[in-house]
């Protein structure tokens, strides 16, 4: 059994080194084998100068998981930067994290290693390619293994269980800043642990980030108990002005570019906010939908019983069963709405 699961992670297309798995060897590498991330981690450790970029419009697991990276690191007196793409202000709930305020907006113009944490594709970093390599590290199924090294764990909870995996597998001390990142992005992603593929293993991960220093309480307070006073005026937008559908099971709200001005809310500030409208009694579908300036951006959330990932791979998108997203490019927010509406009467 041991050499089948060696055959099915360590596949080497051309000269890429993916370690892909599905929920089988999910379960059985991560007790039996820590020989699958050592080459991940000897690329990592090896480079002379890394960047490690978060995706755009970050979310607490893409964040969390690259802080975390990154403080370990720095603890290892490694050349290391960081790097969003993201023309907009970065998510401030965040702000306590060590490391967010070394988050640049531009790229060195020189650096061998590229580490992305929570991508699933390589358009969302928001970078060209260059003459680096790139460690893609990610826990969506959606993945498409663009690195030169994939650590793509599918049944993972977030991004930050896998880089757990891969920093435990190679014996690496996980410092109270690292823990406290790592915790965010996990808490971050399963929405504090409701959603999100959560198992015994998740709560054993965060246990042991607990016991490495993390603060549960401290964390919840800064991530959800920081609303911003605009976002507040877009809560209760939305749910003074949602629709439902089907017998509502389905839930919907558009957010067009005239309520951000008038509330004063950013684009970060919707993050997450439809998730109140699936935690509606009987909703068992809820849908955003954002209005850009060429494009509308689309978020759906379920209750676990569909799976808005099928809705999301129609686009080109990406996400989990219970939370997805993806463009659609339509400047008309109500014909798109209208248009993922249909597609659950299929």
Same mark, same amino acid.
């Given at each position: 059994?041991?050499? $089948? ?29 820590? @020989?699958? @991330?050592? +080459? ?12 490690? !970029?978060?995706? $755009?419009? *970050? ?31 970065? *998510? ?34 928001? !970078?060209?390619?260059?003459? @680096? ?11 498409? =293994?663009?690195?030169?090294? =994939? !650590? ?8 930050? !269980? ?11 001390? $996980? ?6 990142a790592l915790y965010t992005s996990v808490a971050d992603d399963t929405g504090f642990f409701r959603y999100g593929g959560i198992d015994a293993g998740t709560f054993k991960i965060a246990s042991d980030l607990i016991e490495c220093g993390a603060? *549960? &309480? ?14 507040? &005026? ?8 949602? +629709? ?22 950013? &684009? ?13 009694? =009987? ?17 759906? &959330? ?12 129609? @686009? ?31």
């Amino acid at each position: 059994m041991g050499i $089948i699961a060696l055959l099915s992670i360590r596949l080497v297309l051309n000269g890429k080194i993916t370690l892909n798995l599905d929920s089988f060897h999910y379960n059985h590498i991560f007790k039996n084998g820590r @020989y699958m @991330y050592k +080459e991940a981690w000897n690329k990592i450790t090896n480079a002379r100068y890394i960047v490690i !970029v978060s995706h $755009i419009h *970050p979310d607490g697991d893409t964040l969390g998981s690259t802080l975390a990276l990154y403080n370990v690191l720095k603890e290892q007196g490694k050349k290391v930067a960081l790097f969003n793409a993201t023309k907009d202000e970065l *998510p401030r709930e965040f702000g306590f994290l060590d490391g967010f305020s070394k988050i640049q907006g531009k790229l060195p113009k020189f650096f061998d290693l590229l580490v992305c944490c929570d991508s699933a594709s390589f358009d969302r970093l928001g !970078v060209r390619r260059g003459d @680096y390599e790139i460690v893609n590290i990610d826990h969506h199924k959606s993945n498409k =293994n663009f690195g030169d090294i =994939n !650590v793509v764990l599918s049944e993972a909870s977030s991004a930050g !269980v896998v880089l757990y995996q891969l920093l435990k597998a190679n014996d690496i001390k $996980i410092s109270k800043k690292t823990a406290t990142a790592l915790y965010t992005s996990v808490a971050d992603d399963t929405g504090f642990f409701r959603y999100g593929g959560i198992d015994a293993g998740t709560f054993k991960i965060a246990s042991d980030l607990i016991e490495c220093g993390a603060d *549960p &309480r401290k964390i919840a307070s800064e991530v959800k108990s920081s609303v911003s006073l605009a976002k507040t &005026r877009l809560i209760a937008h939305m749910l003074s002005n949602f +629709e439902l559908h089907q017998d509502a099971t389905i839930a919907s709200i558009i957010l067009d570019k005239k309520i951000l001005d008038e509330t004063g809310a950013k &684009r970060s500030d919707t993050k997450n906010i439809i998730s109140m409208l699936r935690d509606i009694a =009987n909703v068992k579908v809820a849908l955003m939908v954002l209005e850009l300036d060429e494009s509308c951006k689309i978020s759906l &959330r379920s209750d676990g019983d569909m799976d808005v990932s099928k809705i999301s791979a129609i @686009y080109n998108g990406g996400g989990h069963k219970g939370a997805a997203g993806f463009n659609v490019s339509s400047s008309d927010s109500r014909a798109t709405c209208k248009e993922i509406l249909d597609l659950f009467k299929r």
